[in-house]
């Protein structure tokens, strides 16, 4: 017995499996239903668009904030894809410094 809940272990794998079922004939109608009904799609792309054009400068102050960081890790998966780590950090160590400080590295 779960006493935070006061579920049984079944209940709880039943709870699971109900929700599992649930996602699965949701995402079968989406793909056989709703994709397919050009009002929904274009519904859905008009909703995209002005997400994307109320939020365009928020994503752009992100980017601008994050910069410095998000070009230090590009940088490291080039080196760590042909294997130069070792080049990576005696040549780059304020970048080493920084990707550790974010925990990519």
Same mark, same amino acid.
């Given at each position: 017995?779960?006493?935070?809940? $006061?579920?049984?272990?079944? @209940?709880?794998?039943?709870?699971? =499996? /109900?929700? +599992? ?5 949701? +995402?079968?109608? #989406? ?5 397919? /009904?050009?009002?929904?799609? +274009?519904?859905n792309?008009? $909703?995209? =668009?002005?997400?994307?054009?109320? =939020?365009?400068? *928020?994503?752009?102050?992100?980017y601008? +904030?994050d910069?410095?960081?998000? &070009? ?7 080196? &760590?894809? #042909? ?5 990576f950090?005696?040549?780059?160590? @304020? *970048?080493?410094?920084?990707? &550790?400080? &974010? $925990?990519?590295?």
């Amino acid at each position: 017995m779960d006493s935070s809940h $006061g579920l049984s272990e079944e @209940q709880v794998q039943t709870l699971i =499996n /109900n929700y +599992k079922k649930k996602r699965e004939r949701e +995402k079968k109608y #989406y793909h056989e239903v709703l994709a397919k /009904n050009p009002e929904y799609v +274009k519904k859905n792309r008009d $909703g995209a =668009n002005t997400h994307y054009h109320y =939020n365009k400068e *928020k994503k752009k102050a992100q980017y601008e +904030k994050d910069k410095e960081f998000l &070009r230090a890790r590009q940088l490291f998966y080039h080196y &760590r894809k #042909y294997e130069m780590l070792d080049k990576f950090e005696e040549i780059h160590p @304020q *970048k080493v410094e920084l990707l &550790r400080q &974010r $925990g990519t590295m």
